[in-house]
């Protein structure tokens, strides 16, 4: 007997770089999640009044930790980077001892919570502008990390008219409260309507009995004249 093959095709593996350019976009993913990070908060802007004292803030988080975390300040002069303070951090539980470059600055960081943030006193418009909070941790083979602050310098803060904004809301929250009245309103007259049929129907059922009885129909009550005898 012949034992004949059938002409079955079995998959053939894709391209080896594919397989090497999944592994290290995977790599690269979970690598970039143990990244270090710079944060300045939800809202990365601030608008203060001359000659007031502000603070701008940042922090830094690494899933890998630090060691020997270099961190600075800078300040964006018409285009210059001007360096307003700088320090390494040598762990997670050290106190940096920061360099300050400009008046009126102070470190209030300290480091605790990862807390590198800075003061500035009796701000002047000259100091309005963008401040980059940036850090290089030596754990990532020195990739450098930033996030930018921006601080608006005025006369006076200007009252924002909300009128527009609560006569909206007013508006919205009353067609809701009728909306909801409405629909409790239409519930509650069904409800009702609901009952008085069933209270119709009863008193029809009941109204029909008393019919029958009156007619001397079956099961009436009525006295029923017996059958004459033959003589």
Sequence with gaps: MEVQWLGVEFPRPGPPHRAVGLIFSILLGAWSAQALEMLVGKIPFLQAVNGST???????????????????????????MQKVCDSVIAS?????????????????????????????????FEDGGEYTCFGRNPKEKGRNHSAIFHLLVVDEL?????????????????????????MLLKNFTL?????????????????????????????????????????
């Design 158 to 182: 200007k009252v924002v008219d909300n009128t527009l904004t609560i006569m909206i809301a007013s508006a919205v929250g009353g067609a809701i409260a009728a909306l909801m009245g409405f």
């Design 191 to 231: 409800y009702v309507l609901s009952k008085l049929e069933e209270r119709n129907k009863e008193c029809l059922v009941t109204s029909s009995g008393i019919d029958n009885t009156e007619n001397g129909l079956s099961g009436s009550k009525a006295d029923s004249k017996p059958t004459p005898k033959k003589k």
């Design 92 to 124: 997670e539980t050290s106190v940096p001892k920061v360099a300050i470059y400009r008046e009126r600055v102070e470190f209030v960081g300290m480091n605790r919570a990862n807390n590198i943030s800075i003061l500035l006193w009796n701000i002047t």
């Design 54 to 80: 502000v603070m701008l803030p940042c922090s830094y988080a690494s899933c890998i930790g630090i060691e020997d975390l270099y961190f600075n300040w800078q300040f964006n002069d018409n285009g210059t």
